[in-house]
């Protein structure tokens, strides 16, 4: 297990851009799944995108495909989801998430969590 704190949240328009970031603990970084989720009010949990630790494959959900980018730095043991042209349906709790598997897109593969970020797009 690692543990994982997400920063980077925050207001922003319709359009604009921000960066989540997710710093993790432990000497193992560089092998684990590293994944993105989000939960608004009332919904259940979502995923957004995944990046495998076997060969830096990543994955997207539709919704978010061509406007967000996954990316890691293992040096730096941080994560980072990189958002562009953010709509107000975008307007969620963001988590952070890893686990030592090849890849999945399940809440309940990933054995470790952040606390959340809250992001809100406003029209």
């Known amino acids: 297990q690692v543990q994982l704190v997400e920063s980077g949240g925050g207001l922003v328009q319709a359009g604009g851009s921000l960066r989540l970031s997710c710093a993790a603990s432990?000497?193992?970084?560089?092998?684990?799944?590293m994944a993105w989720f989000r939960q608004s009010p009332g919904k259940e949990r979502d995923f957004v995108a995944a990046?495998?630790?076997?060969?830096?494959?990543?994955y997207y959900a539709d919704s978010v495909k061509d406007r967000f980018t996954i990316s890691r730095d293992n040096a730096k043991n941080t994560a980072y989801l990189q958002m562009h042209n953010l709509k107000p349906e975008d307007t969620a709790v963001y988590y952070c998430?890893?686990?030592?598997?090849?890849?999945?897109?399940?809440?309940?593969?990933?054995?470790?969590w952040g606390q959340g970020t809250q992001v809100t797009v406003s029209s």
């Open positions: 998430a890893a686990d030592q598997l090849p890849y999945s897109c399940t809440v309940t593969d990933f054995g470790s």
């Open positions: 432990g000497r193992t970084f560089s092998s684990y799944t």
């Open positions: 990046m495998s630790w076997i060969g830096g494959n990543t």
